[in-house]
C-alpha cells in the first residue's frame, strides 16, 4: 500500500468531525485508504454497489442505530442519497449520548450528488476530503517520469508494462463513460462524452474557449457548459481560475482547463511510452497539469490555486494565494536549464509575491537570480508541505 499524503488528515477529521466525506474518482484508492485507517478502531464497512450490502440497509435506521459506537464506513455512498437524512438524525442521536465524532466516513466517486445531498442534509456536521490519483512524494521520486507517463492511478502506474498501463486506461475510460458517467447524466451518448473529453485532452492547459468546443462538438455553448460541469463534478477535470484582483491592470478573464491525471491525458491522445510522449505536441502542457496537481495536492486546502495572464503579456503558471494573504508565484518549465521570459518578470512585479519559483524536472536546487529559484518537483512539494 502507498503511504497517501492524506492519510493524516483524514485521521485527524475523523477524531473531531461526525461524517468526513473522502471524495475522488473511482479506482483512486478511497476504500484501501479508509480501510487501513480504520484498521486502528471498530469499524463496519458496506459497500453500496454490493446487492448484499444494500439489502442490510433495507431498514437503515434500525441497522445504523445498532453501530453508533463503530465506525461505519459508506462506499459508493453517492448511489443511496436517501440516506442522508437517516445519517442526520443518527449524528444528532449520538451527539445527545456525548459521542460527537468518528460516526461515518463517506466514500463517493464524484462531488456531484453527494455535495448536493450532505449540504442539504449534513451541514455542520460533515468535512469534505478529496483524494487524487498517486503524488509524486507517495510514490518515490525515484523515477518521476513513470508516474506522468502512466499517471497516479494505482493499478495503470504499477501495469508490467507500458502497453498494459495503456490498456488499463484504456478500460478506465470506456467504463467511466458507459458504466458511472450514466448514473449522473444518463441522456448524453457516451461517444459524445468521449469527443468531448478527448477535446479537453487536445486542449490540456489552453484558456477554456468552451464556444469553440461547441462548434466543434456540433452542439451549443450551454450543453458544452453542462458536459465540462460534469467532468469537473467527477473531480477528472480542473479548471484553474485566473487571478482577478489587480484591478489597474486588463486580465484574463476565461480559466485554464486541465485533465487532472496526466496518465489519462496520454491515454486520451494513444500516447503509449515516454518516446511518444515526448515527441508529442502536448508534452509541454501534460508536463505543466502533472506538476499542477502535485502541488496543489501539498499546498494547505485553504490555499487558492490560479494562474495571472494581462493582456500586455504578463504571465505566471500557477498562483498560490495562502490563507495569511500572501503570493508564491511559480512557473512551469520542461528544461533543465529553464529560463524566465520577460512576462514573468513583469507579472511579479505587477503582484509582488512572497517567493518566486521554478520547477524544472532537473534533481537539484538551482538560483536563478537573487530572489528566485528553480527546483525540483518533490523539493517544490516539500516547501508547500512546510508552508501548509
Same mark, same amino acid.
Given at each position: 500500500?502507498?503511504?497517501?499524503?492524506?492519510?493524516?488528515?483524514?485521521?485527524?477529521?475523523?477524531?473531531?468531525?461526525?461524517?468526513v466525506?473522502?471524495?475522488?474518482?473511482?479506482q483512486?484508492g478511497?476504500?484501501?485508504l479508509?480501510?487501513?485507517?480504520?484498521?486502528?478502531?471498530?469499524?463496519?464497512?458496506l459497500?453500496?454497489?454490493s446487492?448484499r450490502?444494500?439489502?442490510?440497509?433495507a *431498514?437503515?435506521?434500525?441497522?445504523?442505530?445498532g453501530?453508533?459506537?463503530k465506525l461505519?464506513i459508506?462506499d459508493?455512498v453517492h448511489?443511496?442519497?436517501e440516506?442522508?437524512?437517516?445519517?442526520?438524525?443518527l449524528?444528532?442521536?449520538a451527539?445527545r449520548?456525548?459521542?460527537?465524532s468518528?460516526?461515518?466516513?463517506?466514500l463517493g466517486?464524484?462531488?456531484?450528488?453527494?455535495?448536493?445531498?450532505?449540504?442539504?442534509?449534513l451541514?455542520g456536521?460533515?468535512?469534505?476530503?478529496e483524494?487524487?490519483?498517486?503524488?509524486?512524494?507517495e510514490?518515490?521520486t525515484e523515477?518521476p517520469?513513470?508516474?506522468w507517463l502512466?499517471?497516479?492511478f494505482?493499478?495503470?502506474l504499477q501495469?508490467?508494462?507500458?502497453a498494459?498501463s495503456?490498456?488499463?486506461? *484504456?478500460?478506465?475510460i470506456r467504463?467511466?463513460l458507459?458504466r458511472?458517467?450514466?448514473l449522473f447524466?444518463?441522456r448524453i451518448?457516451?461517444?459524445?462524452?468521449r469527443?468531448?473529453?478527448?477535446m479537453?485532452?487536445?486542449?490540456?492547459g489552453?484558456?477554456?474557449?468552451v464556444?469553440?468546443l461547441?462548434?466543434?462538438?456540433?452542439?451549443?455553448?450551454k450543453?458544452a457548459?453542462?458536459?465540462?460541469d460534469?467532468f469537473c463534478?467527477l473531480?477528472?477535470?480542473?479548471?484553474l481560475p485566473p487571478w482577478?484582483?489587480?484591478a489597474?491592470?486588463?486580465?484574463?478573464k476565461s480559466p485554464?482547463?486541465?485533465v487532472?491525471d496526466s496518465?489519462l491525458?496520454?491515454?486520451l491522445?494513444d500516447?503509449?511510452?515516454?518516446?511518444?510522449?515526448?515527441?508529442?505536441?502536448?508534452?509541454g502542457?501534460?508536463?505543466?497539469g502533472?506538476?499542477i496537481?502535485?502541488?496543489?495536492?501539498h499546498?494547505?486546502?485553504?490555499?487558492?490555486?490560479?494562474?495571472?495572464r494581462?493582456?500586455?503579456?504578463?504571465?505566471?503558471?500557477?498562483l498560490l494565494?495562502w490563507?495569511?494573504?500572501?503570493?508564491?508565484?511559480?512557473?512551469i518549465?520542461r528544461?533543465?536549464?529553464?529560463k524566465?521570459e520577460r512576462?514573468?518578470h513583469?507579472?511579479?512585479?505587477?503582484?509582488k509575491?512572497?517567493r518566486?519559483?521554478?520547477?524544472?524536472?532537473?534533481?537539484e536546487a538551482?538560483?536563478l537570480a537573487?530572489d528566485?529559484m528553480a527546483?525540483?518537483l518533490?523539493?517544490?512539494?516539500t516547501?508547500?508541505t512546510?508552508k501548509s
Amino acid at each position: 500500500m502507498f503511504e497517501r499524503h492524506i492519510q493524516a488528515l483524514l485521521r485527524d477529521e475523523l477524531q473531531h468531525s461526525p461524517a468526513v466525506a473522502l471524495l475522488g474518482p473511482r479506482q483512486v484508492g478511497k476504500t484501501t485508504l479508509a480501510l487501513e485507517v480504520a484498521r486502528s478502531r471498530t469499524s463496519v464497512y458496506l459497500d453500496l454497489e454490493s446487492e448484499r450490502d444494500r439489502a442490510k440497509l433495507a *431498514q437503515p435506521e434500525l441497522y445504523l442505530a445498532g453501530h453508533l459506537d463503530k465506525l461505519v464506513i459508506l462506499d459508493e455512498v453517492h448511489r443511496t442519497p436517501e440516506l442522508f437524512p437517516v445519517l442526520r438524525g443518527l449524528i444528532d442521536q449520538a451527539r445527545r449520548q456525548k459521542r460527537r465524532s468518528g460516526l461515518y466516513l463517506l466514500l463517493g466517486s464524484a462531488s456531484l450528488d453527494l455535495l448536493k445531498q450532505s449540504g442539504e442534509s449534513l451541514a455542520g456536521r460533515i468535512a469534505y476530503l478529496e483524494l487524487g490519483p498517486l503524488l509524486l512524494s507517495e510514490t518515490g521520486t525515484e523515477q518521476p517520469d513513470k508516474l506522468w507517463l502512466r499517471g497516479g492511478f494505482p493499478e495503470s502506474l504499477q501495469a508490467l508494462s507500458d502497453a498494459r498501463s495503456l490498456r488499463w486506461r *484504456q478500460n478506465f475510460i470506456r467504463a467511466y463513460l458507459e458504466r458511472d458517467i450514466p448514473l449522473f447524466a444518463s441522456r448524453i451518448a457516451a461517444d459524445t462524452l468521449r469527443r468531448f473529453w478527448t477535446m479537453l485532452a487536445h486542449a490540456q492547459g489552453s484558456l477554456l474557449n468552451v464556444a469553440q468546443l461547441a462548434r466543434n462538438l456540433g452542439v451549443d455553448a450551454k450543453t458544452a457548459h453542462t458536459y465540462l460541469d460534469l467532468f469537473c463534478a467527477l473531480l477528472l477535470v480542473r479548471r484553474l481560475p485566473p487571478w482577478h484582483s489587480n484591478a489597474g491592470k486588463r486580465l484574463v478573464k476565461s480559466p485554464k482547463v486541465y485533465v487532472r491525471d496526466s496518465g489519462l491525458v496520454h491515454a486520451l491522445l494513444d500516447i503509449e511510452n515516454t518516446d511518444a510522449l515526448l515527441s508529442h505536441m502536448v508534452v509541454g502542457a501534460s508536463w505543466e497539469g502533472f506538476v499542477i496537481e502535485n502541488l496543489l495536492a501539498h499546498a494547505s486546502p485553504q490555499a487558492q490555486g490560479y494562474f495571472y495572464r494581462s493582456s500586455a503579456g504578463a504571465e505566471i503558471d500557477l498562483l498560490l494565494h495562502w490563507p495569511d494573504g500572501s503570493l508564491w508565484a511559480i512557473e512551469i518549465k520542461r528544461s533543465l536549464a529553464p529560463k524566465l521570459e520577460r512576462g514573468f518578470h513583469i507579472a511579479c512585479d505587477d503582484l509582488k509575491p512572497q517567493r518566486k519559483l521554478v520547477i524544472y524536472p532537473g534533481d537539484e536546487a538551482i538560483p536563478l537570480a537573487a530572489d528566485i529559484m528553480a527546483l525540483p518537483l518533490a523539493a517544490a512539494c516539500t516547501a508547500l508541505t512546510l508552508k501548509s
